[in-house]
């Protein structure tokens, strides 16, 4: 039995013989590939690609990511990623650089609730590597693998109100923005306002010439 099983034969039991009518999505990783990137698992195999990644501050400066000090952080992070992928409520992909032999990047899907079908979307991109096109590239690829495969409804990114390049990225992607949460982020030790970016599956099935 597993973790999701248990969960509803317990949810059951607590309900006195309730009839639960909750649903699993379906959160099995796939790897995709676009014209320059191959989307992998993240694997400690690429623990030197992510530490690079993660060791520069100017990269997660804006986002809600730790700063990594060593190959441990690394690794202990990675571990992370395969936990909580594997009790279903995220799943991550490394934006492997075909040509380079490298992974760029990561992207991934998390705080999956699969009762009302939706899910977060981060990304980091390393430094080298922006304003090339390839976080949407990725998107491209996870955002119909996301609404057809995974059967999400609703897919929202938030972002620090002053990080023009993630804005710019989710409005190129048909994200909309949707609300201006005040101080939930806090960047360099103060709180501060982001906006709320949303796609859902409405949406998409009207882009789905653009996702192609």
Avoid at 18 to 40: D, Y
Avoid at 108 to 124: E, M, N, P, Q, T
Avoid at 139 to 151: A, D, R, Y
Avoid at 156 to 179: C, D, G, V
Wanted: glycine fraction near 4%.
């Amino acid at each position: 039995m597993n973790n999701w099983d248990l969960y509803l034969l317990l949810r059951s039991l607590n309900n006195n013989k309730e009839i639960v009518t909750a649903r699993k999505l379906n959160i099995q990783f796939e790897e995709l590939e676009s014209k320059r990137l191959r989307l992998t698992a993240i694997t400690k195999e690429y623990v030197n690609d992510i530490f690079d990644i993660y060791f520069d501050y100017d990269v997660i400066r804006y986002t809600d990511s730790n700063l990594h000090f060593s190959k441990e952080d690394t690794e202990k992070f990675i571990e992370h990623l395969q936990a909580r992928m594997q009790i279903g409520e995220a799943i991550y992909w490394g934006l492997f650089h075909k040509e380079l032999n490298k992974i760029i990047g990561t992207l991934g899907l998390y705080h999956i609730d699969h009762k009302h079908s939706f899910a977060s979307v981060g990304c980091i991109l390393g430094k080298d590597y922006w304003r090339q096109g390839y976080m949407s590239e990725a998107f491209k690829k996870i955002i119909p693998f996301s609404f057809s495969k995974i059967k999400l409804h609703r897919i929202e990114a938030q972002m620090y109100i002053h990080h023009e390049a993630s804005i710019s990225l989710f409005e190129k992607l048909r994200f909309s923005r949707e609300a201006k949460l005040r101080e939930n982020f806090q960047i360099e030790w103060k709180q501060e306002d982001s906006y709320l970016y949303t796609l859902i599956k409405s949406d998409f099935n009207e882009l789905q010439a653009f996702y192609k």
